[in-house]
């Protein structure tokens, strides 16, 4: 007899994403990246950078790195009782993580050149540093102002893992290069969100429901700065 799962008793982890945005030629962009086909979750969907929570996403001396918005803030942003602001940093990680965009500020002034920190993404992504490291290490302060609150949406019974997950809208910085990481993502790409959208229902790429859902929101906004006044 095969063991069965019980699908009520599946954990729910807090997960942060980011749809990273800027103006293309033809309108606004979102990067996405594609999740490995070995993946637990969502093999092979069509995604933006995120994850879940690490209990360092609400270190203390995280929290004094991020600039523009404390834990308080981001509570009241987000509508949740406390640690709020791990959400953020996580979103933040994640994206560096995954993506190699760096939304991070070196003496006030965004970082233009995340490749000078590739090493860092590496150790990462490998587990032999932490972010707190390289922040600390690099001078860095976490540009967690830069992030939008844009969805909150709980993953149904039945998947092996379930997420409460919160999205997130950001500029992409204009001088950064984003890349997958090869491991949890194997593809990239700069998309105007209806064009994936049409992708998807001729069945060239999957979206998972919350995607779609914020691919139709962030179609309806014709550049960066539409969307964030509507955001906003």
Do not use: K
């Amino acid at each position: 007899m095969t063991a069965t799962t019980d699908a009520a008793a599946v954990p729910i982890r807090q997960a942060a994403t980011v749809a990273l945005v800027r103006d293309g030629d033809a309108g606004l962009e979102v990067f996405m990246v594609r999740r490995t086909t070995a993946a637990v979750f969502s093999p092979g969907a069509h995604v933006f950078p995120g994850g879940a929570l690490d209990a360092a996403d609400r270190d203390p001396v995280l929290a004094s790195r991020c600039d523009g918005i404390d834990d308080a803030g981001a509570n009241a942003l987000l509508d949740v009782d406390g640690g709020g602001l791990g959400y953020f940093v996580a979103a933040v990680r994640e994206c560096f993580e995954e993506a190699g965009l760096l939304l991070a500020r070196r003496d006030g002034i965004l970082v233009d050149d995340a490749d000078a920190y590739g090493d860092d993404r590496d150790a990462l992504n490998t587990g032999t540093t932490t972010f707190v490291d390289v922040l600390t290490r690099h001078s860095l302060t976490l540009a967690v102002d830069l992030l939008v609150p844009f969805g909150h949406w709980i993953t149904p019974l039945g998947p092996p893992r379930r997420f409460d997950t919160r999205f997130f809208v950001a500029p992409a910085p204009r001088a950064q290069r984003p890349a997958h990481d090869g491991w949890e993502t194997t593809e990239s790409l700069w998309t105007r969100p209806a064009a994936v959208l049409v992708a998807a229902d001729r069945g060239e790429v999957d979206l998972i429901e919350p995607t779609r859902h914020t691919l139709e929101r962030l179609r309806g906004y014709a550049s960066v700065d539409e969307l964030f006044v509507g955001a906003r």
